[in-house]
Each structure stands twice: as structure tokens, then as C-alpha cells.
């Protein structure tokens, strides 16, 4: 058998919002973006040269999911964002005004720091050492 997780939904307030967010300021590909119907759509994000994984930008269209955007995890960083430079992507976050929740600081598994989206979702940016 073979699986894999293609993709993962992202509840947002504003598909636009959403879609300026993660391509101007974190530099994302807009993979799909698909009418539904009047206000449903298909958005699909991903970091740049990733294969086989993106983001599904979800509108929340119901109180509980208006509810949910920007804290899908209970306050828990819910999304890991992998670089091969540090310090270039968290220079980006600075000019670009994202929110710094936590700076960097080295861990056992690499070089480590926690912004917030739009939203408030909290991610690590990582840049992880080489283990052998």
C-alpha cells in the first residue's frame, strides 16, 4: 500500500487575505486556486519547489469554524516550515513585519524560531543540523 498526506486544511477568515499573506510575505506558490461555487474555492499553497504537499486554504463558513481560525491547535505551534537558510528566511520574516512569538535559539535538532500567520497560527521556522 502506498500513502501519503497531500494535503492539510487551513482554516482562514478571507481566502484573499490568506492567499497575499502566504505568497508575498512568506514566499509561498499559489499551487491552485478553483471557484467552487459563489463562496466556496479550492486554494492549495506550498513553499516554494515542494513536491507532493500543500496547504488547503479552507474559508471558515460556520461560527465554530470562525471559531478555530488562527488557534486549530489549542495555542500549540501547528505548522513546521524546514529551511536550508536560517537566517535569510528569518531576516524575510523581519522586513516583512511577521510576528515574532519566540526568537531563535539553537536546539538539539537545529536552529529554531516561532512566528505567527495572519491569523495568529503559530509556526516554527527550522533549520535542522545534519545528524549522524
Request: hydrophobic share 45%; net charge negative.
Amino acid at each position: 500500500m502506498k500513502q501519503k498526506i497531500a494535503h492539510i486544511a487551513l482554516l482562514v477568515a478571507d481566502y484573499d487575505d490568506a492567499i497575499a499573506f502566504y505568497t508575498q510575505k512568506l514566499h509561498f506558490d499559489l499551487i491552485e486556486d478553483i471557484k467552487l461555487s459563489e463562496d466556496k474555492r479550492w486554494v492549495l499553497i506550498a513553499p516554494k519547489e515542494t513536491i507532493g504537499f500543500s496547504l488547503l486554504l479552507a474559508r471558515a463558513d460556520n461560527e465554530e469554524q470562525r471559531s478555530r481560525v488562527g488557534n486549530q491547535t489549542g495555542g500549540r505551534v501547528f505548522l513546521f516550515l524546514n529551511t536550508d537558510d536560517f537566517d535569510r528566511d528569518y531576516q524575510n520574516l523581519l522586513d516583512n513585519k511577521v510576528a515574532i512569538i519566540r526568537k531563535p535559539i539553537e536546539q538539539p535538532y537545529g536552529k529554531v524560531a516561532v512566528f505567527a500567520d495572519l491569523y495568529g497560527n503559530l509556526w516554527d521556522l527550522i533549520e535542522r543540523k545534519e545528524i549522524l
